[in-house]
């Protein structure tokens, strides 16, 4: 075993190349167990390619992802569905099922072909329902779904997955203010009961800070900063990694520095 | 009603038609024909030696058009999707015209020269849109459509050229197997060739079931849920493609159940594949001896190509099920 065998991911010099494009250059960064880390940067920097990388998605490239010290590639694609699973940017594409239906259908990883889904697999569907507050609606299409409903559901049917790794596409972003609090509360409570390390893709830096212990930041395709929130909650840091001035205000609660609109300079008028 | 009794009562209703359909047609056969005691021995043969490997075809193509449709479908995350979307019919039709206007009348093992030709033009096409996607390393399901449908556009004004050049017979019996139809089928024989690829291809795609229904879902989701995806999608491509390419081969590209009766099925059983599937199969085969049935009863004692039929009775049928259903589920 080697010195980093409590870490749950290891990311070695990872480099994506996309239709001749380097989207990621030699990206290194490990993951604790149990951590929740937040992964940042600019539109274009290569995080949802990384996190596609790190799901098993995308095998393109160079370097290594390691999962418990051994390559990611190695692990057969059934295997690795049941440690680390993933929740995709919501979209509203159709898809035809409905909710138990799509639940159910976390369980994957565990069934054989011709296989009836089994006590055990309906166990696990209901469970995840359940910590999702989703079983109201389990006999509902998809896609009749609002946003924020549709994102519990993707979360429910990654939990029914049953995995100690959870990968989160933008998870808040394209909810409201209500929906935001209730899917983080969510995570942050099945995190710390299931013991789960979670990496997240976001734009929101508050966000980030406030509900992650690390945050790595990309630019360019590489790790621009890494550190713990306080560290990147500083005008000069953000100003390095976004290319733009920004306001920071304290939070009245938790201490911690917030991003504030910039609004119009008052010498403007 | 749940799923499961749907399958059963479709069984039932599947072996009710397999069961009469042969003594239906042009002559009424009488049940004593069946072991032979018959005052007329033209109609033990009628029955044995042309009724009942017609009747066995129709359903087997009917079967694996709907099946390789339904995966099809699923597999593109396209509605419109057919079994001949990826130019297999295309190239089929292309190789039984050009045996057609070379009027080649060799025989090879009991098969005749169009059959084979057809045969060969499914298999090229198949090797050639599967090289065109892996030529870019890996295979977007879009790229794939495109292909396909570039090379079925091609061989179809191919096919024009090679009728526009014939004389006024070749040219018809060109036209006349585009139209597909289960006329030619004169013999188990004939139905023995189709049957392992149908059998394979079938099983392959019911032993994907779980698989196409993540697919549905999107491709990246189901990657992460442990699929293969891009080997899944090969086998899919491969197991449907062959089935088609043998039974467009035999009877011709007879059209709209492979469109179609997935669609239906998706109306009366839902989207879950491991459902759909055998639901298909069944559907596809018992519509397809049912609108036989009607080709050679209608205008008796000519026949009607059955792929007038298909439309005819499917569409309207379609619809009616759509506008009765369409305020409870959507089909896509």
Redesign the interface.
């Known amino acids: 075993m080697n010195a980093d065998s409590q870490n749950a991911i290891d990311v070695c010099g990872l480099s994506v190349w996309l239709g001749g494009r380097k989207i990621l250059d030699g990206v290194s960064f490990g993951v604790e167990r149990g951590e929740a880390v937040t992964i940042v940067g600019p539109n274009g920097a290569g995080k949802t390619t990384l996190l ?1 990388c790190l ?3 995308l095998t393109a490239g160079s370097g290594k992802i390691l999962l418990d010290g051994r390559p990611l590639g190695d692990c057969p ?6 440690r ?3 929740v ?1 940017q919501a979209d509203s ?5 409905t909710v138990e ?2 639940v159910l ?2 369980r ?2 565990y ?1 054989s ?2 296989s009836p889904v089994g006590k055990e697999d309906r166990q696990a569907a209901r469970g995840a329902m359940e910590q999702t507050d989703t079983t109201r609606f389990a006999g509902r ?1 998809l896609d009749t779904l609002s946003g924020g409903e549709r994102q519990k559901v993707y979360i429910a049917a990654a939990l029914a ?1 049953g995995g100690e790794i959870l ?1 989160l596409d933008e998870p808040t972003t394209f909810l409201d203010y209500h929906h935001q609090e209730d899917i983080c509360r969510l995570l942050r409570r099945t995190a710390r009961r299931s013991d789960l390390t979670t990496i997240a893709v976001t734009h929101d830096v508050n966000r980030a800070a406030l509900e992650s212990h690390r945050i790595v930041a990309l630019g360019g395709g590489r790790v621009v900063f890494i550190g713990a929130p306080h560290e990147i909650m500083r005008p000069d840091v953000l100003q390095r990694i976004y290319g733009c001035p920004f306001e920071l205000v304290d939070h009245p609660h938790v201490g911690m520095p917030m991003v504030v609109p910039l609004g119009a300079p008052e010498d403007s008028a | 009603m749940t799923r499961g009794m749907i399958l059963i009562i479709l069984l039932v209703l599947t072996i009710r038609v397999l069961v009469a359909a042969p003594f239906v047609g042009m002559m009424r056969v009488p049940v004593s024909a069946l072991w032979g005691e018959c005052s007329n021995p033209v109609l033990v043969d009628v029955l044995w030696q042309i009724r009942m490997p017609r009747v066995t075809m129709a359903f087997l193509a009917g079967a694996a058009l709907a099946t390789a449709g339904m995966a099809f479908q699923a597999m593109f995350r396209n509605p419109l999707a057919t079994p001949f979307t990826l130019g297999v019919a295309s190239g089929a039709s292309l190789g039984s015209a050009l045996a057609i206007h070379l009027g080649l009348a060799a025989c090879w093992m009991g098969k005749s020269a169009i059959t084979l030709s057809a045969f060969a033009g499914a298999l090229l096409t198949i090797a050639l849109v599967y090289g065109l996607t892996r030529a870019r390393q890996g295979f977007s399901t879009a790229t794939m459509l495109l292909a396909g449908v570039a090379l079925s556009f091609s061989f179809s004004s191919l096919i024009l050229l090679l009728q526009y050049v014939s004389d006024f017979t070749d040219s018809y019996r060109i036209l006349r197997w585009v139209m597909g139809g289960l006329d030619q089928i004169v013999s188990f024989g004939d139905v023995l060739d189709v049957v392992p690829l149908v059998v394979a291809g079938s099983l392959v795609i019911f032993y994907l079931t779980h698989e196409l229904n993540l697919i549905t879902t999107g491709e990246e989701l189901a990657a992460s849920r442990g699929v293969e995806v891009e080997r899944t999608k090969r086998i899919l491509f491969l197991a449907a493609s062959l089935m088609v390419g043998a039974v467009v081969a035999v009877c011709g590209p007879i059209g709209f159940v492979g469109l179609m009766a997935p669609h239906i099925c998706r109306l009366i059983i839902g989207p879950d594949h491991r459902y759909l599937a055998p639901a298909s199969w069944l559907f596809g085969g018992l519509f397809l001896v049912i609108c036989d049935a009607l080709a050679r009863t209608v205008m008796a004692p000519a026949e009607l190509p059955v792929g007038i039929i298909t439309a005819l009775l499917g569409g309207p049928f379609f619809l009616c099920l759509l506008l009765a259903t369409a305020t409870r589920k959507e089909i896509v």
């Open positions: 596609k799901a098993g998605i694609r059934k295997r690795l569905a049941r680390i699973s993933y995709p594409q159709p898809v035809p099922f239906q799509f259908m976390g994957y990883p069934l072909p011709f299409r997955q990968l």
